[in-house]
T-cell receptor, first 113, second 114 residues
Framework: EAGVAQSPRYKIIEKRQSVAFWCNPI?????LYWYQQILGQGPKLLIQFQNNGVVDDSQLPKDRFSAERLKGVDSTLKIQPAKLEDSAVYLCASRGQREETQYFGPGTRLLVL | AQSVTQLDSHVSVSEGTPVLLRCNYS??????LFWYVQHPNKGLQLLLK??????LVKGINGFEAEFKKSETSFHLTKPSAHMSDAAEYFCVVSDRTGNTPLVFGKGTRLSVIA
């Protein structure tokens, strides 16, 4: 079974630029999550989707971050404009129905200069 | 509200000696507890999970953890460390439905010395 795919793996941008990350969850997984992991900390949830609907985006900085999952499969996370403090690893995870385990992708490492 | 405290930010052991990574949790509900491992430049991998069955949980690569409700602890152990165990370990709490966010601890970096 293929795991959660993410791209790009690395991205370097300057502050005030925009950037987008892509995630393809495990086939059949209805629930998709985006996490932000700042260096030296545990991942923090940004947004949770159930199919193509948002379940929880309470921790998403909506003035600059946006995410969508239009067809209920893959998802994109966008930052516009980026700030220095957005430097982090952005992790995507998915979960099947009636399952508690979340499966994580390799992450996208973002550096904002 | 749920929270996790990993009591050590860094643990260093010699190869072949036991590993103990400590975790305390706080939860308003009956929790689900997980340990994830993160190797450098790799994604998070589930080591083991406790949901509601046996309090002693066995995971992959020889790791196990014991749920102690009275101590609100879920410490991770392994009898004998291997060089390949060197990584970052995260203790995680959630509720049993799986619909609430995972709450991660800050992580414990395990170093294994030859």
């Amino acid at each position: 079974e293929a795991g959660v795919a993410q791209s790009p793996r690395y991205k370097i941008i300057e502050k005030r630029q925009s950037v987008a990350f892509w995630c393809n969850p495990i086939s059949g997984h209805a629930t998709l999550y985006w996490y932000q992991q700042i260096l030296g900390q545990g991942p923090k949830l940004l947004i949770q989707f159930q199919n193509n609907g948002v379940v929880d985006d309470s921790q998403l900085p909506k003035d600059r971050f946006s995410a969508e999952r239009l067809k209920g499969v893959d998802s994109t996370l966008k930052i516009q404009p980026a700030k220095l403090e957005d430097s982090a690893v952005y992790l995507c995870a998915s979960r099947g129905q009636r399952e508690e385990t979340q499966y994580f992708g390799p992450g996208t490492r973002l550096l904002v200069l | 509200a749920q929270s996790v405290t990993q009591l050590d930010s860094h643990v260093s052991v010699s190869e072949g000696t036991p590993v103990l990574l400590r975790c305390n949790y706080s939860s308003s509900y009956s929790p689900s507890l997980f340990w994830y491992v993160q190797h450098p430049n790799k994604g998070l991998q589930l080591l083991l999970k406790y949901t509601s069955a046996a309090t002693l949980v066995k995971g992959i690569n020889g790791f196990e953890a014991e749920f102690k409700k009275s101590e609100t602890s879920f410490h991770l152990t392994k009898p004998s460390a291997h060089m390949s165990d060197a990584a970052e370990y995260f203790c995680v709490v959630s509720d049993r439905t799986g619909n609430t966010p995972l709450v991660f601890g800050k992580g414990t970096r395990l170093s294994v010395i030859a």
